[in-house]
């Protein structure tokens, strides 16, 4: 069951997407070679981009318009639980990672550079921390090995997880995790992945780590794209299904309103009708008692009479038992 906060964070990730000049965003999209599912997914191609109204406060160094097309994934956390497979093996294996980081960082540094200058990218550069390098093609076998050291880590922490197979198989050029502020230390962010914070009311977005760029298939961009029409679609017909269930039930409402109606206005119809038929019966009644009256007033005295003289009787008793 999701819960409200997970959703809002979806919501953010939708509309931080949409600010960075994605052209197709979707949430609950499907990764292009697992059954995984990937939050929120979003495509950028290389037509011309619009100008935006921000949605989200906030900045990433993702360009408008890819010079290829490419695709941004987002993996909202709204909390810690789900976020390591073992969380008591979770603190030795961070500093384990940790120190194998900081080994593999001098090794590039102090032989890599040394022995493999051909490695270097680029020429020219006045300041060395400018250069770029391509250690993925070293040769050296301590280098081989402290990389390997590090993915075995990865795959003990990240195992059979949505964060170690997206980065291992770079199934999008941008990786981020969208948390709450201060939940995601630098140090735990898995490999090959950005952070983006929310603030408290989760309104706003801040990148706390600038996520890296991978190289992706183009057969996987365009799966990708695949994914985020399915996904938009199955949306739009989710809405227009409820729309229609609730369309639906209106009419029943309207039936059960007007029947009650109906039996409301009989009621009050034969209620009505029996009161103008007693309004009309009542002067009949006196016209006939009075037309009787003066047809035989003998009788009416006779009856004058019986009346005075049962009054009379009465009085003598109750006189007779004083």
């Known amino acids: 069951m999701e819960t409200h ?6 919501r953010l990730a939708f509309d931080f997407l949409l600010t960075e000049g994605c052209a197709a965003v979707a949430a609950e999209v499907a990764c292009p070679i697992s059954r995984y599912r990937i939050d929120v997914a979003g495509y950028l191609d290389k037509l011309p981009a619009r100008a935006r109204t921000p949605l989200v406060p906030c900045a990433l160094s993702i360009p408008s ?43 590039r540094e102090e032989m890599v550079k040394s022995l493999e200058p051909h490695l270097r990218r680029s020429e020219g550069f006045l300041f060395t921390e400018l250069e770029e390098w391509d250690f993925a093609r070293s040769n050296l076998y301590g280098h081989r090995a402290l990389v390997r050291a590090l993915r075995r880590v990865d795959a003990q922490l990240y195992s059979e997880t949505k964060f170690f197979m997206i980065a291992q198989y770079c199934l999008g050029a941008r990786l981020l995790i969208l948390a709450p502020r201060g939940m995601i230390t630098s140090r735990e962010l898995p490999r090959g992945w950005g952070l983006l914070e929310a603030d408290a009311d989760q309104t706003a977005v ?45 009419p029943a409402l309207n039936g059960q309103r ?42 009416a005295q006779e009856g004058d009479d019986q009346t005075s003289g049962a009054a009379s009787s009465s009085s003598a008793a109750h006189a007779c038992a004083e």
């Open 258 to 299: 007007s029947g009650v109606t109906r039996v409301l206005l009989s009621v009050e119809r034969q209620s009505r009708d029996s009161l103008n038929a007693g309004a009309a019966a009542f002067p009949a009644a006196v016209h006939s008692r009075s037309l009787s009256a003066l047809s035989s007033p003998r009788q």
């Open 65 to 107: 318009r890819a010079k290829r097309a490419a695709t941004v994934l987002i993996e909202c956390k709204a909390s810690r639980s789900d976020f390591f497979r073992d969380h008591r093996q979770a603190p030795a294996l961070l500093r384990q990672r940790e120190h194998l980081r900081d080994c593999l960082a001098r090794f």
């Open 5 to 10: 906060t997970h959703a809002r964070l979806k």
């Open 206 to 250: 801040r990148v706390a780590i600038d996520p890296p760029a991978h190289e992706t298939k183009e057969q996987h961009v365009q799966r990708t794209l695949r994914n985020i029409a399915a996904a938009a679609t199955r949306d739009i017909r989710r809405a227009a299904a409820a729309q229609a269930g609730a369309l639906s039930c209106a």
